[in-house]
């Protein structure tokens, strides 16, 4: 296998690949170049993500894996899911998408995860991680009631398995007998020393046809010894257990092989040649290396999980941004707090970096809990916190709390127990499109009882929002968007806000625009173009019902702007203020509309639905006119 130390700055040359745009064309390849065209592939992918940015080292580890299974099998026939989709570069290039890989997550370029409208080679559309296997046990169900018992095949990563819907969806299948490949892509490096002669000879054995006849025979056999079928059946799950840490699979119901050596493209090819004539649930555990085949990604691979776009001849990241993020803003108040209060604890679900807690965790290990990808865990763990005195902060991103909207109402809200919900990602998030877009959170936080909801304007209200969620006893919640705000600089105070008080930003006329979160920014040309009157409301829940009614009174029109669903969002809120009050008032609410925006830069999918101030002012001026 070829090690890379740069980027490409121009297209490399690949031969093999080029021959393979599709994977009909692949299996015309001899087993014997498939590390050939390994090396060329992962070539290939270094230089078209340099060009593109986006997910990097977790398609590095599978560029064998992803061979050696479009090469056993017949896709898109047999149906193929991935999970954690940023895996999922090296499939697209070898399904018809190699030439359009530099436009990925660009505006009308290539989805950043598999997308069924894209093509018929992604069988099931993934953003969040652990769906995989529910999925593709549910293809298989359906194909089983048209006579097709062919093997479907799930791929789920080792981060991704730590959730309990892939945990719901093994038992299942265990139970239900399918014709279903599991593929655990275990890109955990220290099972790298479990790897060895001794395993892959155990592996091949654990997959060959032979073993797999003396075991069906041999159950038919004792079948009418329930003891010695019972004594035999332990024998061969402890044998297993020696070598591998199978038994677990075992236990529900699946035939498990491995580890094996993700990067031996040949064997990976063998051992799924065999395990594709099998009938029933299997596991195959595949070891793997985020990053393998480019050094510097081998040796940092979270640094390299993902890449912006590059210069090509170097192998850093571009310099970043030196104004802080959100994310930013979020990590030292939390540091501050939490030397402030010996209770706060932070609560995340294997967003450490992303949500900026890389310090707290260093400076306050015993406080810090990071509970992997299992947002539902990390939600109730924070309740069971609270209730035993300590003061939880849960960090997530707006599109991954979803999944653990019954542990929201149920465990917390229910139970008006102390947790801070700090919603990163809230709003439209740029490349990753649709999937990671925190579209909805105002909607459905705004309907739970005992919730406060807040929205900062900049980056030093974000601060005091946090401070007043984090004092107030009960649920709350701050919802801040994906990178940087105005460039308000915080004070380094822990002081909070008014509960449920708004601020008038300009005073005007005729025209009131009640502005959230960060669509105040945009809002002030607008206000100040139109002399009209600009409020940020700050709050969504509890909402300043006085502000509303006192520009109701006084101005024409009321504009609700919003960066979230206009369905239910808080445009809807102001709308139930007015008519709880009985006040009549021309009400016109901006927000995302009844769709799903697609991927391109966040300023451009925000122009798109009329976010920008030239949306707002001709939605407006329009509204005026009519």
Same mark, same amino acid.
């Not at 206009?566 to 709308?575: F, K, N, Q, R």
């Given at each position: 296998m070829k090690v890379f130390d740069h980027i490409p700055a121009t297209r490399p040359n690949t031969p093999l690949l080029d021959q393979v745009n599709t994977p009909a064309e692949l299996k015309k390849l001899e087993l014997h170049q498939l590390p050939a065209l390994a090396d060329e592939l992962r070539e290939y992918l270094l230089y078209s993500v340099g060009q593109s940015g986006g997910h990097f080292g977790a398609g590095l580890g599978v560029i064998e894996l992803t061979i050696a299974l479009h090469y056993v099998y017949d896709t898109p026939e047999q149906k193929l899911v991935w999970d954690v989709g940023h895996q999922a570069y090296p499939h697209k290039i070898l399904t018809g998408r190699r030439e359009q890989l530099p436009t990925i997550r660009q505006e009308n370029g290539l989805h950043a995860f598999p997308h069924r409208e894209e093509s018929e080679y992604d069988s099931f559309g993934v953003g969040h991680s652990s769906t995989s296997i529910s999925a593709a046990l549910g293809m298989a169900i359906a194909n089983r009631k048209i006579g097709d018992d062919s093997q479907t095949i799930a791929v789920i990563g080792d981060g991704a398995i730590t959730a309990g819907l892939a945990f719901e969806a093994l038992n299942h299948t265990g139970h239900d007998g399918a014709n279903l490949?599991?593929?655990l892509n275990d890109n955990d490096m220290s099972i790298s020393e479990n790897v060895g002669a001794l395993n892959r000879a155990f592996s091949r054995v654990f997959s060959s046809k032979t073993?797999? $006849?003396?075991?069906?025979?041999?159950?038919?056999?004792?079948?009418?010894?329930?003891?010695v079928l019972d004594f035999a059946r332990k024998a061969e799950e402890h044998m297993k257990g020696m070598v591998a840490p199978g038994t677990?699979? %075992? %236990?529900?119901?699946?035939?498990?092989? =491995?580890?094996?050596? &993700? $990067?031996?493209?040949?064997?990976? *090819?063998?051992t799924l040649k065999n395990l594709k004539t099998f009938n029933g649930p299997q596991f195959l555990h595949v070891a793997t290396q985020k990053g393998k085949g480019f050094r510097p990604a081998e040796k940092a691979p979270t640094k390299y999980h993902a890449i912006t776009k590059m210069d090509s001849q170097k192998t850093t990241q571009e310099n970043p941004v030196k104004q802080p993020t959100y994310s930013n803003i979020f990590g030292q108040w939390l540091c501050d707090m939490a030397e402030h209060d010996n209770r706060l604890c932070g609560v995340t679900p294997a967003m450490c970096e992303g949500s900026d807690m890389v310090e707290f965790s260093r400076r306050f290990p015993s406080r810090y809990h990071d509970v992997a990808i299992a947002e539902q865990h990390a939600v109730a763990l924070a309740a069971g916190m609270a209730c035993g005195g300590s003061k939880p902060v849960v960090a997530i991103y707006s599109t991954f709390l979803q999944r653990a909207y019954d542990q929201l109402i149920h465990d917390v809200a229910l139970q008006n127990l102390d947790v801070l919900f700090a919603i990163d990602r809230a709003g439209l998030v740029g490349e990753? =499109?649709?999937? $990671?877009? &925190? +579209?909805f959170d105002i909607a459905y936080l705004r309907c739970i009882p005992n919730m406060i909801v807040m929205a900062p304007k900049d980056e030093a209200e974000c601060r005091q929002m946090l401070s007043t969620g984090y004092q107030y006893e009960g649920p709350a919640a701050v919802r801040y968007p994906r990178g940087t705000g105005p460039g308000a600089v915080p004070e380094a105070n822990l002081d909070t806000l008014p509960i449920?008080?708004? %601020?008038?930003?300009? +005073? &005007? !006329?005729?025209v009131a625009i009640l502005a959230f979160g960060s669509m105040v920014e945009p809002c002030k040309a607008v206000a100040d173009e139109l002399q009209a009157t600009l409020v940020n409301m700050r709050f969504i829940k509890p909402m300043d019902a006085e502000a509303v009614l006192q520009v109701a009174d006084s101005h024409d029109l009321l504009v609700t702007v919003e960066e979230n669903s206009?369905? &239910? =969002? *808080? =445009?809807? *809120?102001? !709308?139930e203020v007015l008519n709880a009050h009985g006040k009549a008032c021309a009400v016109l609410q901006l927000g995302l509309p009844d769709e799903y925006t697609h991927q391109a830069k966040p300023e451009r999918m925000r122009a798109s639905v009329g976010l920008s101030s030239e949306g707002i002012r001709n939605s407006i001026q329009a509204r005026l006119r009519g």
């Open positions: 490949l599991v593929v073993y797999s $006849h003396m075991r069906d025979t041999s159950k038919k056999v004792l079948k009418n010894l329930p003891p677990l699979f %075992e %236990e529900l119901g699946f035939n498990y092989v =491995g580890p094996v050596d &993700g $990067h031996d493209v040949v064997d990976l *090819a063998l990753d =499109g649709p999937t $990671h877009a &925190g +579209s449920g008080k708004a %601020e008038t930003l300009i +005073s &005007g !006329s005729k206009i369905m &239910g =969002g *808080a =445009g809807s *809120a102001v !709308s």
